[in-house]
């Protein structure tokens, strides 16, 4: 098989050399290549399975396990052996495919209406912009909703985390990696990052020198660990690409500080609290009601100001430390 697919075969080549290998024996086959319907997305990568011509008619086949079924919810976008898109006298052609929800036809619908009564607010709605820029308009007005639930977290709960805003972009991160690799992940990362940090700390460096070499170590590590991943056929492990470099440079900076500073249960303390609310924060974001309702009604963010700024205002314990000063409301 390496002779006919390579040392790296993808798995667009698996199926078409599948296909050919059945023609040589005569049986009807071809490839199929499909677009998974995701929602909201960008630069979605296709889908490939096996159709085989039996008893009048024709059957998918998975080429990696043989069932008998094609990957759910994949439409199929082409047959064949061809390229996606043809091009005559041009080079280093680059395709890009986004998908959109079936409520959008009805949005799209409503605006169209709206222009036929001349509605000027129709026109500057988030909904006539292209679909690349939805998917990138979906996941910012997702990140309002993470930062409330962080401010809820730590002013009224009292939980401890490193950086202010950091959870909320590691539970964005989290969305393209998938929670168990994204924690994964960030911590193989941040652990070989502190080792470099400590080892750092002997060469008594300035303060921007120092952070500029753990943003090196960090971007080095992280290119590593794709690489080895790689090789070892897990592509999840590509997406740590994804992960926020400053702010993984800062984090281990500051595990590094809390650590010299207050010992190493305070740190690690901040850290389980700051994964701890990047999972909260995660799950908030990636509910589909939510990302609904903000995406359609932008103004709800408003009703998300005017609470952060309640919020601001408050003095109060927080949940953590009522046990501490449980005593204090006892009969005396």
């Not at 075969?9 to 050919?20: G, I, M, S």
């Not at 202010?164 to 994204?182: S, Y």
């Not at 080095?220 to 740590?240: P, T």
Request: charged residues 20%.
């Amino acid at each position: 098989m390496r002779l006919l697919l390579g040392d790296q075969p993808t798995e667009r080549q698996r199926v078409q050399v599948v296909a050919e290998l059945l023609r040589v024996q005569r049986i009807p086959a071809r490839a199929v290549h499909g677009l998974p319907l995701e929602g909201l997305r960008r630069n979605i990568g296709f889908k490939h399975w096996l159709e085989v011509y039996v008893d009048g008619d024709w059957m998918p086949f998975n080429p990696k396990d043989g069932h008998a079924q094609a990957p759910a919810d994949t439409v199929p976008w082409w047959r064949g052996s061809g390229q996606l898109v043809k091009v005559e006298g041009a080079n280093g052609l680059q395709t890009e495919i986004a998908t959109s929800r079936a409520y959008e036809v009805a949005l799209n619908s409503a605006m169209v209406r709206g222009r036929e009564l001349r509605s000027g607010l129709v026109e500057f709605s988030i909904m006539g912009l292209p679909i690349q820029m939805r998917a990138v308009y979906q996941i910012l007005l997702a990140i309002p909703i993470g930062i409330m639930v962080l401010v809820i977290l730590r002013n009224v709960v009292g939980m401890k985390t490193f950086c202010t805003f950091m959870p909320v972009l590691m539970a964005m991160a989290f969305r393209e990696t998938d929670l168990v690799w994204g924690i994964a992940l960030f911590s193989v990362v941040c652990g070989f990052g502190l080792m470099v940090r400590f080892y750092l700390e002997r060469l008594k460096l300035l303060l921007v020198p120092r952070l500029a070499a753990v943003v090196i170590v960090v971007i080095i590590i992280m290119a590593v660990m794709s690489v080895i991943s790689h090789k070892l056929g897990f592509d999840r492990g590509l997406s740590v690409a994804l992960f926020p470099i400053v702010i993984l440079a800062m984090t281990i900076e500051r595990m590094s500080i809390v650590w010299e500073e207050r010992g190493a249960k305070e740190a690690f303390q901040q850290t389980f609290g700051s994964m701890a609310v990047a999972m909260i924060c995660y799950g908030v974001m990636n509910l589909d009601i939510v990302q609904h309702l903000f995406f359609v009604f932008p103004e709800l963010l408003l009703v998300i100001l005017a609470a952060t700024l309640l919020l601001g205002r408050y003095t109060g314990y927080r949940l953590v430390e009522l046990p501490r000063f449980k005593v204090l409301a006892g009969d005396k």
